[in-house]
């Protein structure tokens, strides 16, 4: 397994180096995940959905002592990864390795080596995906590769659609998907103080695990929305308006890192 230290000094174990950067600057520099007066307190209760190497559970359970942290990570190899980074972690850690969903089933996933945090049951729109790395080309493409300014522009669609091609060359693997609501009630839980969610595209199926009544136990949210998949055009409002119903005052950052790329982070607090 291979290892690295982090810029704030943490050693932890990765799959590929890209993710694991990447992830560390969303969590500990960016902290995409506790805005909008978003926050834990002692002895809180969190669900860290997909958790991919642990890293969203390791930083948490720093931000307040005693917390019950419950990881979630559908793929065997990230899973593998997580259960070696969480497992000095202090405090009451619970790890499962599966993914959430509507209902009990085993399904599918693209597993992507060389970006693994990525890895999803349900794959981006490639032709949207191509379109957006166009669109931005300059920030996305010649920021992180400043020979790319080079390639002549009627050649540039052909060229990132092969550098996606080899990024994100899946492996399909088995996974076994359960509901949020019957994790709820099999630990008896009775309140989720934070619900973060990176499900990789899978964010609707996650929130469709969650019975009528258990909503009421739920007082935090923080998600990643991605509406770069078919059909996801209107995925962000559908979610917004979904929570609203729900009780929850909702904010979106719609200026992240990733907005240009259809990725969004959504913030709601039960009101």
Not at 100 to 111: C, E, F, G, S, V
Not at 114 to 124: G, R, W, Y
Not at 164 to 180: F, G, I, S, T
Request: proline share 3%; glycine share 4%.
């Amino acid at each position: 397994m291979k290892s690295l230290v982090l810029p704030n000094g943490e050693k932890i174990y990765y799959i590929d180096k890209l993710s694991a950067l990447d992830i560390y600057e969303e969590i500990y520099i960016d902290n995409d995940y506790l805005r909008y007066d978003i926050s834990v307190e002692p002895n809180d209760t969190v669900f860290d959905v997909g958790a991919n190497i642990g890293l969203f559970s390791r930083f948490i359970a720093n931000q307040a002592p005693n917390l019950k942290i419950y990881a979630f990570e559908p793929v065997s190899i990230i899973f593998e990864v997580l259960e070696a980074n969480l497992r000095n972690l202090d405090g009451n850690l619970k790890m499962y390795n599966i993914g959430l969903a509507d209902r009990n089933q085993k399904t599918k996933i693209h597993y992507y080596p060389k970006v693994s945090a990525d890895s999803a049951i349900t794959p981006f729109d490639w032709d949207l995906k191509v379109n957006q790395f166009i669109q931005n080309y300059d920030e996305m493409i010649v920021k992180q590769m400043p020979i790319a300014k080079f390639v002549p522009k009627f050649l540039r669609k052909t060229v990132v659609r092969a550098g996606l091609k080899n990024m994100y060359k899946a492996e399909l693997l088995d996974c076994n998907l359960r509901p949020l609501s019957e994790i709820m009630k099999e630990n008896k839980i009775e309140q989720i103080n934070l619900l973060k969610i990176d499900a990789e595209n899978y964010e609707r199926e996650v929130l469709a695990g969650i019975r009528n009544h258990d909503w009421d136990l739920i007082q935090q949210i923080s998600m990643e929305v991605h509406t770069h998949i078919k059909g996801g055009e209107n995925l962000l409002n559908e979610l917004v308006d979904l929570l609203r119903r729900k009780k929850f005052q909702v904010e979106v950052d719609e200026d992240s890192r990733f907005g240009m790329m259809g990725v969004f982070m959504l913030y709601a607090k039960k009101t």
